[in-house]
């Protein structure tokens, strides 16, 4: 997983029902310092993230897709978790 | 998944007979505002995309296959949607 | 899938008959406009593809393996087509 | 797998329980002479591992399931093992 | 498959019976005249490569299980085979 930023939201209409009332979020990935990695991932969102937070994103399509209780779909990444806090500690 | 622009078409000749009918897309890779994030990728086209149309590419097989109602064959990326609006809010 | 030109072969021992009789092709990554992209891929060839043909450029090993009709085995990289058109369109 | 070096912890709401109970640390990619490589990945330890502790990051989510138990889940990176030596031999 | 050469092994404690007895090889990924790429992976070793050989790396969990004839566990990469020769055609 890696740490990203909730920056937005995607409309799109798709070809498949699994889509159907899922929210798609914008997230630009971050370092563990909170700056920009560069990079982004269109993610759907299973936690209620708003704007600004800092989200966990795994990029796997088995596991999201069992996390949204299909068997099949077109899905990869997703945002999993609301990050409350990142502990650093390289001394 | 990640934002591309459908930039053209590939016509090639396959060895699996699950590309009958399905047409190619060259698609450029962009970033959440509109311009080229450098790569491209070559997608199945399951929503009649169209040149300059912004689109949402997933890249994972197992997604793909089952969208295309196959339970084998040499896919992975696919055009899965087609953008109507990227709303970027990092206020 | 990616474009790649095909710019060499490989002879290498295995450990597994998957491979027996199969043709391993150095593939050069290009760009849709034919310039190399940088990086390659040593992929098996099934589509009888020879030096300097631009190939697409399947990397997934589910979807390999089963286009080689066995359900198991090392491969993830394969020639799935010989590309015939790239028809770019970015009017 | 890739080397890495434990660099913090992540605390994180989740809407799985897969992650109850379980440490998610923040690791650093390192090269093999053991400097920084640029890069980092969230994972789930497994065996313990302690800040500063170079580990094996295993960044495939069928593996990481298995080795927790469970049949699916919101899992992609682990660390697999904690790193006793690494003997390069370039001469 | 990409061309890689052995350049080291890797000893560490795992919490999975799945590598005993199997050695970890550290490996430098290389250009198809034989240069370092750049980058590296640490893999399983099925084909007894030694130091400074050049071998082909898969790099993908499914394939490497079967091969290792194991069900499950935490395994991504493997030298799959010992490399004899790279015949480069860019003609």
Redesign the interface.
């Known amino acids: ?3 990203a930023r909730v ?10 029902p699994i ?1 159907d009332g899922q929210r ?1 979020l ?1 997230c ?1 990935y971050l ?2 310092d909170g700056e920009l990695a560069g990079g ?4 759907v969102d ?2 209620s993230a708003g ?2 937070e800092t989200v ?1 994103i ?10 949204m209780g299909v068997s ?7 945002v ?12």
């Open positions: 997983m890696r740490l920056s937005g939201t995607v409309v799109s209409t798709f070809n498949s889509f798609l914008l630009d370092n563990p982004y991932v269109i993610a299973v936690v704007p600004g966990l795994l990029d796997e399509g088995t596991g999201a897709r069992q996390i099949g779909g077109p899905i990869r990444a997703m999993v978790g609301i990050v409350e806090e990142v502990a650093v500690d390289r001394s």
